[in-house]
């Protein structure tokens, strides 16, 4: 089968290199000149780090990535544990696979690296989907056809549009600003996720070494509404959200220096489909989530390592069983990760006391029993 994907991040890379190890010739089309990630952090549950490991890219992977130890849940205000759960053995022993946190160019650098370099044509944007046959038309006016068009081309999906129709996006009202700063001697190398009234701020190590510490701090900021890795902001305003939080994480913010970068947040609802008799979406094309559950990258994984395993010339059955194995699955962390924006941002009070006294009893979003989160097996 000649399978066209639109889009070179995670996703779309993590299907090229599932689907031409079960067989099908793959061609991406990415828009940018070459392959890249900001310059950020992204944690991989053993979901999807087992994915890459079936994919025999375990070894690369053991390389960039990083197994903290924990996942501390603080208290916004004196950085009291909340609840503290074990990754780095616990979630290997549960799971079959690591936790890790790792720098998002490495990760990008694994999946491209197996593929040759004449599977990808750069710099050229997709302009649509030709209307009655498996074929892309691009920017410079020429059209590509194959088999299956496969639309991994993020959350702004032209395929998407195109195709099923577009599911218009939902804003959070929320905002996240990113950092990364070197590590100090004596870091905290655990997850560290402060939970405070309208924000919160999670924090890891990342990096080979790890080196570097990556900070996500997601604020209320309802009349920003710029969706962009790139788009700045500013150290300053970033402390000023969360004066009075706790020295420790006061601490970590006064060691950001500039660049930070700020992106409004946004979802959209699931969708009812996701294919047409010869396309299909994948990733963030499929089911943009808010980061509040870290799982958006890992599912764009999933989605790769399913549609592999349902490679065949019966392309209405093969896209209908994938379809089956992922899309009440993603509706659900979607649904999950926009609940966490109420969950994790409850003002103190007596719902913020119940909540918090479940995380210390082992119950609300406990990782080891989510089984059906960090067991899934795609395959
Ligand atoms: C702040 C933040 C933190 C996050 N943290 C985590 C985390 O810890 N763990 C996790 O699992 N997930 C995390 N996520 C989610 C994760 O980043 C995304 O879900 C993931 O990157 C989606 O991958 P994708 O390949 O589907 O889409 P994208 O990464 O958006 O890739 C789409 C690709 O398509 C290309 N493209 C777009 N349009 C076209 C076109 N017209 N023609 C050709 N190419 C095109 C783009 O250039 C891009 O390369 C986070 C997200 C955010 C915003």
Not at 106 to 120: K, Q
Request: glycine share 10%; proline share 6%.
């Amino acid at each position: 089968m000649r399978v066209l994907v639109t889009g070179g991040g995670i996703g779309g890379l993590a299907t090229a290199v599932a689907l031409r190890q079960a067989g099908a010739d793959v061609h991406v089309v990415e828009k940018a000149k070459a392959f890249g990630e900001v310059g950020a952090g992204v944690q991989l549950g053993p979901n999807a780090t087992g994915v890459l490991r079936r994919l025999g890219l375990g070894d690369e992977l053991d390389e960039v990535g990083f197994a903290p130890e924990h996942l501390y849940l603080l208290r916004w205000q004196d950085g009291a544990h909340l609840a503290e759960f074990e990754l780095a053995n616990r979630m290997l022993a549960e799971y079959g696979s690591p936790y890790y946190t790792l720098y998002r160019p490495d990760l990008i650098d694994i999946l491209s690296s197996a593929l040759p370099d004449e599977v990808t044509s750069f710099g050229v944007p997709v302009t649509g989907v030709h209307p009655d046959k498996p074929a892309i038309t691009l920017a410079d006016g020429r059209t590509l056809d194959a088999d299956l068009v496969v639309g991994a081309d993020g959350t702004h999906s032209i395929v998407r549009g195109a195709t099923v129709g577009d599911a218009p996006a939902r804003f959070s009202g929320m905002c996240g600003y990113r950092a990364m700063m070197p590590i100090e001697p004596g870091e905290d190398l655990n997850v560290q996720l402060w939970l405070g009234p309208d924000r919160h701020v999670v924090a890891y190590p990342v990096g080979r070494g790890p080196n570097w510490i990556n900070m996500l701090c997601v604020v209320p900021e309802p009349d920003w509404h710029e969706e962009s890795w790139t788009a700045p902001g500013t150290a300053e305003d970033l402390r000023a959200h969360f004066d009075g939080w706790s020295s420790k994480l006061t601490g970590l913010l006064d060691r950001v220096t500039e660049p930070v970068y700020r992106w409004a947040l946004y979802d959209r609802e699931p969708l009812t489909h996701w294919s047409t008799a010869t396309t299909t979406l994948l990733g963030d094309a499929a089911h943009p989530m808010l980061p509040f559950l870290a799982q958006g990258a890992a599912q764009s994984i999933e989605d790769a390592a399913a549609l592999a395993s349902v490679l065949d010339d019966d392309l209405p059955a093969m896209l209908k069983a994938y379809e089956d194995k992922r899309r009440v699955h993603t509706a659900r962390v979607q649904r999950m990760s926009w609940d966490n924006n109420v969950v994790y941002h409850l003002a103190d009070g007596a719902e913020q006391r119940k909540r918090d006294a479940d995380l210390a009893a082992g119950d609300g979003f406990h990782p080891y029993r989510m089984t059906w989160l960090y067991g899934s097996n795609p395959f």
